[in-house]
Structures are given as C-alpha cells and as structure tokens.
C-alpha cells in the first residue's frame, strides 16, 4: 500500500511539472477536430507548432495552385517572363471548368493580370494559359511542378493538372503544402495578390470582371494575407491560410474540412493557437549580405552571399534569447557561371549546441564566365607578383 502511495505522489507530482505542457498538448489536439488533416508552422524556421495526419494524401483541389504560382514566380525571378507581358489564351486553357475568369479564345491579358486571376479568383483558365506560355503545354508544366516538388523533399506530392481539377492520381499532404507554401512565400511580393479582397479585370470595357477573393480570412482575421483556397466535392473545403503579426508569419493548412465555415474557423483557431504561445525573433531580412564568397573563372572574382528568405529564431512567449552563435559555411570552389539566387552556402543559428534556424544563402548576382583576355591578365599580374 505504501509503495503504491509513493507512485501516485511521484505520478502526481510529475504531473504538476508537465502541466502546462500535457495542457497545451491537449488544446492543439482539438484545433482541427473536423479536418481530415492540418498542420501549423511557423513560415521561417519551418517549426512544426500543431500537426494532424499531416502526412496523408489528399485531394488539395485548387490549393495546387500554390505550386503553380511559385513556378511562376520564379519564372519571374529568371526573367523567362515578365510582368507587363502579354499571354494569350488558347482555346484548351479558355476550355477549363470551375472557377474562372471567363477567357475567350485568343484574348489577351498581362502575366499580373493572370497572376491576378489565379491568386485572387483561383481562375483554372489563367492558371492553363501561363502553364502553357512557360512549358509551351500543361503537360510539360506539370512535369516542372513535380520536379519541383522532388527539389523540395515532398514525399507525398503528386500532380496531374495545374489547377486542381478531380482527377486519379492527383495528390498532396497537409505538410507538404505548408512546405509549397513556405517556398512560395520567399517571394515576398506575392501576398500582394493574395491578400487583396477584391480587385478588377478588363477595366475600361464592357466586360468589367469583379474578382473577389476565394479566402475571405484576408478581410476578417487581422494579418492574413494569403494564399490559397480549394474546394471540389471529393476534396471538400481546404485551405492553406499564411498570416503575419508583430513580425511572426505561420502558415496553416486545412484539409477536408466540412464546410466553409468550419475550416475558416478551424484555422483561425490554428492562427490564434500560434500568436498566443510564441514569438518570433527577426535576425535578417531576405537579401542580407552575410559573406564574400571567391568564385573561379569569373568576369568578377567575388560574389555576395546574402539571405533566400526571412531569417528568424521563434521562442515561447516569455523565453528570452541569449548566447545565439551564427554560423556561416560557404561552398567550396565556386565556379562561373553563376545564376542570381544559386546557392553559395549556409547560415545556421544555433543556442547551446541546438539548431534553431538553418537557411541557405545564394548569389546576388549572376556571374558570367570570364573572357580569354580576362584571364590571361589575371594570370599575367600573378606571375608579375611572383617575380
């Protein structure tokens, strides 16, 4: 009886000091009691702050636009296209069903103004035509977003169509789409078409079009700025909803939810779950030099290694950050040419021998391959030092 006693004194007492913690355990369980899967992290660090079946495959509806706008934003980043250019609709891409924007054969618009379509009004028919204008088909566009998916170590990713359409084999994961989105938001200047509530297409003619936006948390809870709805009836209602407060961006996902009303409450409760339990401390802006990397048979010999993205450190609220050690590792031999934004190296945060944050750092500029002349001087001036 005693020895019993003593266990439950000892169980007691070590449940007094995981209180807090078996507490918010079982608050996060019932964040997203009605998703077939979600998960939250925070967009920086990628921290996983509530997870549910996250790994699961899952019809993502049109939240695979999420991938077809990062595509495009980095065809952007290349120069393969340009903002002010103008894609022409063919009669596949103004053929597409579900939301649209209601191209006609042959119309016209800008890359923004379909940039506009797809992130706003989730329109199938600009996400088909910009497929077609970077790959030359969806089909071939396809084939990118999945090598893209494959670059960023999704495993349970799979697609057959850029815009979300039912079909067999079309397929992606709570986590994985957190991580899309975690990409996708890189580019920073992308929550200005998804976090508009409203905006306009075709203006100055009689075929005015009012685009509101799918995810009606940009107008309702403060901070929310995107990205991305989907709904089909196999799907049901998801979300991939990024948000940003007092310099912390989250990212929560939502699939299968029952209805409109449940999976935007659903995540916004993931959205309050975060800002209340952590904070986020910024440590550089994306494009921060941080080092000088040498490069090899260059027009320039140097290149400025400088941040991919946001870097931060996140912390329950309360805990303060002392003795952070910033480690910076760049590439061996780096050879020209080099593109802008190719990767040069590595900054990781660490505190007690704990990583904290890992990020990569990339070139700021594109550097040619040296001429002949170049480097025949290069080598003239080292043999006139050796004299």
């Known amino acids: 009886m005693k020895k019993i006693t003593s266990l439950l004194a000892c169980l007691i007492l070590a449940a007094a000091a995981l209180g807090p913690r078996a507490f918010a355990a079982e608050t996060k369980n019932e964040l997203a009691p009605d998703a077939k899967s979600a998960i939250l992290i925070e967009r920086d660090t990628g921290t996983v702050l509530y997870s549910k079946n996250s790994h699961e495959e899952l019809p993502p509806a049109s939240m695979t636009k999420i991938m077809t706008m990062l595509l495009i934003m980095e065809a952007l980043d290349k120069g393969e296209i340009k903002m002010n250019e103008k894609v022409r609709a063919s009669e596949y891409a103004a053929s597409m069903g579900g939301s649209q924007i209601f191209l006609e054969p042959g119309e016209e618009m800008t890359v923004e103004q379909m940039l506009k379509g797809i992130a706003i009004g989730s329109a199938n028919d600009a996400a088909v035509a910009m497929a077609e204008r970077i790959a030359g088909s969806e089909e071939a566009f396809v084939d990118r977003m999945n090598e893209r998916a494959k670059a960023l170590g999704l495993k349970n990713t799979h697609f057959e169509n850029v815009t979300g359409l039912p079909v ?18 890189k580019h920073e200047e992308i929550t200005e078409f998804t976090g508009k509530y409203e905006d306009y297409l075709r203006e100055g003619t009689d075929k005015k079009f009012w685009l509101v936006n799918t995810n009606k948390l940009v107008r309702y809870y403060p901070g929310v700025d995107g990205l991305k709805t989907g709904f089909t009836s196999e799907a049901k209602f998801c979300l991939t909803a990024t948000a940003k407060k007092n310099g912390m961006r989250v990212i929560a996902v939502i699939f299968g939810a029952p209805s409109t009303k449940e999976r935007n409450a659903q995540v916004s409760k993931m959205l309050d779950y975060a800002y209340s339990q952590y904070t986020s401390h910024p440590l550089y802006k994306k494009g921060a ?6 490069v090899s048979k260059g027009d320039v010999r140097h290149i400025r290694a400088v941040t991919s993205e946001p870097v931060s450190v996140l912390t329950k609220k309360g805990v303060k950050l002392s003795n952070i050690k910033k480690t910076v590792k760049l590439n061996g031999h780096l050879q020209a040419p080099l593109e802008k934004g190719q990767p040069v190296g590595t900054l990781s945060v660490s505190q007690g021998g704990k990583m904290l944050a890992k990020t990569t750092l990339v070139a700021e500029k594109s550097v040619k391959r040296a001429s002949w002349w170049q ?3 290069r080598a003239a001036g080292m043999f006139a030092q050796n004299d």
């Not at 789409?177 to 938001?185: I, P």
């Open 168 to 185: 067999k084999g079309h397929y992606s994961s709570a986590y994985d789409m957190a991580m899309m989105a975690k990409e996708l938001l």
């Open 375 to 377: 480097l025949f001087k």
């Open 289 to 294: 030099v941080l080092a000088e990397a040498k």
